[in-house]
């Protein structure tokens, strides 16, 4: 009789030579020509996806007469029993026989009877509650493992940065991670890259110039690179199954913490796009609080517009619709740094950046009470889960379990507070460090339109144009360290006129100034504060009697622009 066995193993890190073994020992005693065996090697039981299963399924009695299997789990380890006995039958049905080396006296042939079909089922039911209890021991031994050892190997891809290493201090974990060090320089000079202003897309250009790939020798995509910044194992915190645990950090905290904002900046001010490029992308803003989007009107002309599209009935829709030379924007943007001392006008830097510097140590002090907050309550967790283990009623289990669950919420409020904080602290670093980079320092000459974006994202935080006439109206003008500068615009064919608006004047709600002023002839004594009036003026009669300070505002791009 010709005998083909069936062998399969679930991990790689088991064999199949017992299998082949008892196969080969039960066709020599019992004298059947043994064929060469079929064979799924790392393949789990729990789905027919094998192709040595589907092999299986394809035999005839043109290949064999008998198939061998050690046991039933072998050739299958599903819930749904039915699907397994229907493997079974499927074998049989087309004339060839069956047996397993557990109970090889038991030949299946044929049709299978009440009694098999009752035989097999409980034998593929204990299968399958074998496969589950293994997989939940194995689920909870990675759980306990990743508790007490955090660089512990216990499943997951590898991050770029990190490698395995043997563990010789013991048997479990076999394995540790590590830092990769020649990786882990390209991750650090990647952050610090982000940090300093690059975009992804930048640093994904800057990697396949300099012929950086990954481990698997492929380039750096941008997608790639997301996922890799957006990563908290390179912080310190390693997450598994919603659990986070510490280990040594790749890049410092803080670090990190900065890269994500700069991310996200870098997303909302970038460039998206070549021939609609808006080098202003997040800053300047329409009446009604929204973003204004570069919109080509056609023949050339580019306009900063409101980026609301709603229709006209939608009860939020923009109402002004305004809308700003694209061109000229720019252009009067970049005059205005040009013209501008930061230094004097930041005031006391050191001052501001003290008070900065206090405010840190004060969140970082709350974010110390969390944590003596997030200690105490894992202590009343494990005080909690030795009641659960001793409880001698599944009432009281479940009263302690439902008390588990509300503290391990606590944490995780906890924890959200934290990382808020943490962030907070970063966007604080950032104004720090915007502090101390305010001088002028740059070169502004020859500039395109990517560099001096560059420049309006690291100063300039915010514009408002605020439109009087078709022909007039202000810029209003907010900088990075606090400092506000408006600009009252008078545009025409031949000589349009910039002004920078004293700082004792306020532009109204109706888009007008006002100013307050002493007038002598109201005073009843000295320094009578009754005297003070104020005075509101149209943008016409500002720049009839108040207009000193021109902007020189370069204005050759009309030429270029003309067809």
Not at 160 to 188: S, T, W
Not at 189 to 204: R, T
Not at 459 to 467: A, M, Q, S
């Amino acid at each position: 009789m010709r005998a083909i066995g069936y062998m399969r193993v679930s991990t790689t890190n088991q064999d199949l030579k017992r299998q082949v073994e008892k196969y080969k020992e039960f066709c020599t005693t019992k004298g059947y020509t043994a064929l060469h065996p079929i064979e799924d090697f790392g393949k789990t039981g729990a789905n027919f996806e094998r192709a040595g299963f589907q092999q299986l399924m394809q035999l005839t009695t043109n290949d064999a007469d008998l198939v061998v299997i050690s046991e039933l789990s072998r050739l299958s380890r599903k819930e749904e029993i039915l699907d397994t006995l229907n493997s079974v039958q499927s074998i049989i049905s087309k004339g060839l026989k069956l047996l397993f080396l557990d109970n090889p006296e038991k030949i299946y042939e044929g049709t299978l009877e009440l009694t098999e079909v009752l035989l097999l089922s409980v034998a593929a039911y204990g299968a399958a509650q074998e496969r589950l209890t293994t997989k939940r021991r194995n689920t909870e031994g990675k759980s306990v493992l990743f508790d007490n050892v955090p660089n512990a190997i216990v499943d997951g891809k590898i991050p770029y940065g990190f490698k395995k290493i043997p563990n010789n201090n013991g048997k479990h974990p076999k394995y540790l991670l590590a830092f990769d060090e020649n990786e882990a320089r390209v991750v650090r000079a990647m952050f610090n890259l982000v940090v300093k202003g690059s975009s992804v897309a930048e640093v994904a250009r800057r990697l396949y110039d300099t012929d950086r790939r990954n481990r698997n020798g492929e380039i750096f995509t941008k997608q790639a690179l997301s996922k890799l910044f957006s990563n908290p194992i390179y912080k310190g915190d390693r997450t598994r199954k919603g659990k986070t645990m510490q280990i040594e950090p790749l890049v410092k905290p803080e670090i990190w913490e900065n890269a994500q904002l700069k991310i996200k900046e870098n997303y909302q001010y970038g460039s998206t796009g070549t021939t609609m490029f808006n080098p202003l992308r997040g800053i300047i803003r329409c009446r009604c609080g929204r973003a204004m989007m570069v919109k080509n009107k056609g023949g050339g002309l580019l306009v900063y517009r409101c980026s609301d599209v709603q229709p006209f009935y939608m009860k939020n829709k923009c109402k002004y619709g305004d809308s700003i030379r694209f061109d000229l924007t720019n252009e009067v943007m970049f005059s205005l740094l040009q013209s501008i001392d930061f230094v004097e006008m930041s005031g006391n830097t050191q001052e501001k950046i003290e008070a900065y510097e206090k405010q840190i140590t004060q969140i970082e002090n709350q974010i110390i009470g969390d944590n003596d907050k997030k200690s105490s309550v894992k202590i009343e967790i494990t005080s909690l889960e030795e009641r659960y283990l001793n409880a001698r009623t599944q009432s009281l289990a479940d009263r302690v379990q439902e008390e588990i669950i509300k503290k391990e919420d606590e944490i995780s409020s906890i924890d959200r507070a934290i990382l808020k904080k943490t962030r907070t602290i970063s966007q604080i670093r950032n104004q720090i460090r915007s502090l101390k980079e305010v001088a002028k320092t740059e070169d502004f000459t020859n500039l395109d339109i990517n560099e001096r974006a560059k420049l309006f994202r690291k100063y300039i935080k915010k514009i408002h144009y605020l439109p009087v006439t078709t022909m007039q109206g202000f810029y209003n003008v907010e900088f990075q360290f606090g400092v506000t500068e408006k600009i009252a615009i008078k545009k025409t064919t031949k000589s349009p006129v910039f002004v920078k608006v004293p700082p004792a004047f306020e532009i109204t709600s109706e888009n007008k100034l006002q100013v307050t002023s002493y007038d002598p002839a109201l005073a009843k004594a000295t320094f009578d504060f009754g005297a003070m009036t104020n005075q509101e003026i149209t943008i016409q009669q500002f720049f009839n009697s108040y207009a000193e300070e021109f902007l020189d505002v370069d204005l050759s791009y009309r030429e270029c622009n003309k067809p």
